[in-house]
């Protein structure tokens, strides 16, 4: 399955930014989703992630209340809407597709990535 991300930029703190995923190739639905980031010097972080059915959502700790992840089957697509944003949130996010049921907390049990977005969030 083939990821592009969209969505990122330069937004003040405190304010909003919506990130989508478009997959293209397979079967979407056969795929849980995950975001992760990456600032400068860090390492990739996980951030959301959804089931394949959607039902079932979990975030970071550093996120959760702000961030909301959903996907539309349909559409082939994810989304994930980033509210109180904080320079601390500045990063590229990336999303992935695990072949499972549920997703994962781990990059390293995805099998696809998309290309990344930038999100930029100043003070």
């Known amino acids: 399955v083939q990821l592009q991300a969209s969505g990122g930029g330069l937004v003040q703190a405190g304010g909003s930014l919506r990130l989508s995923c478009a997959a293209s190739?397979?079967?979407?639905?056969?795929?849980?989703m995950g975001w992760f980031r990456q600032a400068p010097g860090k390492e990739r972080e996980f951030v959301a992630k959804?089931?394949?059915?959607?039902?079932?959502?979990d975030y970071a700790d550093s996120v959760k209340g702000r961030f909301t992840i959903s996907r539309d089957n349909a559409k082939n697509t994810v989304n994930l809407q980033m509210n109180s944003l904080k320079p601390e949130d500045t990063a590229v996010y990336y999303c992935?597709?695990?072949?499972?049921?549920?997703?994962?907390?781990?990059?390293?049990?995805?099998?696809?990535w998309g290309q990344g977005t930038q999100v930029t969030v100043s003070s």
């Open positions: 992935a597709a695990k072949g499972a049921s549920f997703a994962s907390s781990d990059s390293n049990d995805y099998d696809y």
């Open positions: 190739g397979r079967t979407f639905n056969y795929y849980a």
């Open positions: 959804i089931s394949r059915s959607g039902g079932t959502t």
